[in-house]
């Protein structure tokens, strides 16, 4: 174990040089640059025995990616924004032939205007193409998460690919301190590959991605994939625990912080979650009964054990980095509300949409969305349910 | 590294009209080859091929000609169409240098040989 001061971006491509997988095909993009261009060095100076694939776009990434594992190769790429759009058709195909592909997604804005800075925008528009997504605080998570995503993904049950998300800039760019682990630590912890009827074995020809229309199997590979979800759920639990008792740092689907007896509670996700716990501490010395959670797992959402945790509390404040437009709320919004409305108790919910494109969120505007929230809990008509912090009005 | 799981059996898919998400092979690969003979496409023909055998010398012209490999060819003889599979294109009786092959409307043809 050792602590370096290390950006986000050289924390997971150390994290991936540690796992060393037998493909990376990548392209830069802003902020996830750091990432290639790093592996790119330990590939050229011999550190690793990766195979690198430059490609000359991130939709020749994902394809090559999807190739690579399909002929039986353990293979990652990692993208932001233009990027992940650019890839989204092969997204949902590499999810569908169930290839343990894994992508650490350093998020950042959609143009246009045209921004390079993060929000959600990017990996929150892929929730629904068939990949596991967890979202990580800080570079430690990012680092941390970028190891499980391979046992996750490669697991025999699951056998689907995983995202793992920083947040551009504020983390990607960011030095901090990270604990890392040895280099033979993370190999035995990740384990062996074992490829699941890979096109490279003459021995047992296959046939991937072939057509199944009207009077095939295309639903029930569907619902397939969706199982495939859901025993996600409870590998992704057993991972985070062997990778706890290996670092010390255990990882489950979410986090929560005073939440037992909290009125409030913020629920927030990425690098916001550590401001929003600061202001949680700030609002607890001033007596307020406030509490946080901090989501990991998006995918498979997490919906009944979130429901359980948030029970007691009267008011709900989702923290959104991504709008849905013309939704009701952002992403994480709908979903906390939708695993609510389960619930025997209905909690108030409120939407707080901060920081596109970059947008700084600052304490007092956490304080101030605890108002509104402190507001609806003394019953007070609180009109709108979607609020938009440090935005400019007039 | 990596190692490829071993255990490897026939694709028995006999009963495959019953199966549910979980007997499929993950990611809907067919973990067998030489298996496109069983996906039966001469369904989607509306005009088939009728062979005059008076016509034809057996050239092979058809029979290389075919997109669908639906030319049956035994002991360098054109038997006959395999119409399992024949998708109606028409490339054939367009090759056949004899003008052996004559296409027929699919229902008149089906009723021609109910007859
Ligand atoms: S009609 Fe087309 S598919 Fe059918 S036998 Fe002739 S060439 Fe082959
Ligand atoms: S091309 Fe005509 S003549 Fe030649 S084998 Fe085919 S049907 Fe017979």
Redesign the interface.
């Known amino acids: 174990m050792a602590r370096k001061a290390i950006t986000g971006n050289g924390a997971i491509a150390l994290a991936l040089k540690q796992v060393e997988p037998?493909v990376m095909a990548a392209y830069p993009i802003t902020p996830q640059t750091e990432i290639a261009q790093n592996y790119a060095q330990f590939v050229a100076d011999g550190a690793v025995k990766t195979e690198y694939i430059p490609v000359e776009s991130e939709h020749s990434a994902m394809s090559a990616a999807i190739g690579s594992c399909a002929a039986?190769?353990?293979t990652f790429t990692a993208t932001s924004s233009q990027g992940f759009a650019l890839m989204w058709e092969m997204l949902f195909i590499a999810a569908?032939?169930?290839?343990p592909l894994t992508m650490p997604v350093i998020t950042r804005a959609l143009s246009g205007p045209i921004n390079i800075h993060c929000d959600h925008s990017d990996s929150m528009g892929g929730r629904d193409c068939g990949w596991i997504q967890l979202y990580g605080e800080g570079a430690q998570e990012g680092y941390d998460n970028a190891i499980q995503a391979f046992r996750i993904a490669e697991h025999m049950e699951v056998?689907l690919p995983v995202m793992t998300m920083i947040d551009g800039f504020i983390i990607s760019g960011a030095i901090g301190p990270v604990e890392t682990l040895e280099d033979d630590e993370v190999k035995k912890f990740v384990g062996?590959?074992?490829?699941?009827?890979?096109l490279l074995?003459v021995a047992?020809?296959?046939?991937?991605?072939?057509f199944?229309s009207l009077g095939g199997?295309y639903f029930?590979?569907k619902?397939?994939q969706n199982?495939?979800m859901d025993n996600a759920m409870k590998v992704i639990e057993e991972v985070g625990k062997d990778f706890g008792s290996l670092s010390g740092r255990e990882y489950s689907h979410f986090k929560t912080h005073m939440i037992e007896d909290a009125e409030i509670v913020l629920v927030a996700i990425g690098s916001a979650a550590g401001n929003v716990k600061t202001m949680v501490d700030t609002l607890r010395a001033e007596g307020k009964k406030v509490g946080m959670l901090k989501v990991r797992t998006f995918r498979p959402f997490p919906y009944e054990q979130i429901r359980q945790a948030l029970s007691n509390a009267c008011v709900i404040g989702v923290m959104d980095r991504s709008d849905s437009y013309g939704a009701q709320g952002g992403p994480l919004f709908t979903e906390i509300s939708a695993a609510m409305f389960g619930g025997e108790t209905r909690p108030k919910m409120f939407n707080f949409i901060y920081g596109l494109g970059g947008r700084d969120i600052f304490p007092d505007d956490i304080r101030g969305a605890v108002e509104t929230l402190e507001q609806a809990a003394a019953g007070e008509q609180v009109s709108q349910t979607r609020h938009y912090l440090n935005v400019r009005e007039g | 590294m990596s190692k490829t799981r071993p255990e490897k059996k026939k694709w028995d898919v006999s009963d495959i009209q019953k199966w549910g998400p979980g007997r499929h092979e993950k990611g809907a690969t067919i973990p067998e080859s030489g298996n496109a003979q069983d996906y039966k496409t001469g369904g989607w023909r509306s005009e088939r091929p009728r062979r005059d055998r008076e016509k034809c010398n057996d050239c092979m012209i058809c029979f290389f000609a075919c997109p669908d490999s639906s030319i049956r060819v035994e002991n360098d003889k054109m038997v006959d169409i395999d119409l399992d599979h024949c998708k109606g294109c028409g490339i054939c009786a367009q090759v056949c240098p004899r003008d052996a092959i004559e296409m027929m409307n699919e229902i008149k043809a089906c009723k021609l040989e109910e007859k």
């Open positions: 037998d039986g190769a353990r569908s032939l169930r290839l056998r062996e590959y074992t490829t699941l009827n890979p074995n047992n020809p296959v046939t991937v991605g072939a199944d199997w029930e590979h619902v397939a199982r495939a």
